[in-house]
């Protein structure tokens, strides 16, 4: 049998596998463009605390596609921290995520494999496999760090962060900075305030214009907050 028709129908497949492959997360959203479609996928892990997973399938060429997983991490501690820095209510940004097949490569000592392509009315059995695939690499990267649970979480952060380059760790926002203090790893937040002053003086130097000036000085008054945040706890 192969996964053909509307886009919508081959979305509604690619959620249903995803339910059959990791039922303790719910499924939720969905869109499709001409070229692509996404969905969510979310586990809640405690209070405040959540892992969300984006699922995007695109075309490579007419008629070959591929699949990328990214895992994105929430905590109401780490978000927090992040709204005194900012300013406005970060409560509903991850603070950081990072692509699923990079990061578990690392983790098994390996090289990172390219994304699997696939055809575009690719036969259900082997689309099957590409989402079984993730799903075993999920569970994976759960193993390494301890285990489904919040203090899980709090070791993937800390390892997706000093392992930014390989695992493709995206943060935006100062979540990772914010993550390091709400997880005691105060060398760290030190370590990633200097590489994110070292980057802006560099910007600065390469792009001296006002609005470059503007957005610094909105920075080094974000991470001041944030200091004076972590003194007071």
């Known amino acids: 049998m192969k996964v053909v028709g509307a886009p919508r129908a081959k979305l509604r497949t690619a959620k249903s596998l995803w339910r059959s492959f990791q039922p303790g997360s719910s499924v939720r959203g969905g869109r499709i463009t001409c070229g692509d479609f996404t969905f969510l996928s979310e586990r809640t892990l ?18 070959r596609c ?13 978000n927090a921290l992040r709204s005194i820095a900012m300013g406005f209510d970060m409560s509903r940004v991850a603070f950081l995520d990072f692509d699923v097949l990079a990061a578990s490569s690392v ?16 036969q259900a059995e082997e689309f099957a496999r590409i989402v079984e695939g993730y799903s075993r690499r999920m569970d994976r990267i759960w193993d390494f760090v301890g285990g489904v649970s919040v203090q899980g979480l709090e070791n993937l952060a800390i390892w997706a962060m000093r392992n930014r380059d390989r695992a493709c760790t995206m943060s935006t ?33 390469q792009e001296p214009r006002q609005a470059v000036f503007e957005v610094y000085d909105a920075v080094r008054l974000d991470i001041e907050r944030l200091q004076d945040a972590v003194r007071l706890h």
Do not use: N
């Not at 984006?54 to 007419?62: I, N």
């Not at 983790?107 to 690719?122: A, I, K």
């Open 173 to 205: 926002t100062m979540g990772d900075i914010c993550a390091a203090f709400a997880y005691g790893e105060r060398q760290l937040a030190y370590e990633l305030i200097a590489e994110l002053r070292s980057q802006w003086e560099k910007r600065v130097q």
């Open 46 to 63: 405690g209070d405040g605390v959540e892992v969300h997973w984006s699922v995007r399938a695109w075309k490579v060429v007419d008629v």
């Open 66 to 78: 591929s699949l990328q997983v990214r895992m994105g991490l929430y905590d109401g501690r780490v």
């Open 107 to 122: 983790m098994d000592g390996q090289d990172g494999p390219d994304q699997p392509v696939f055809d575009s009315e690719v």
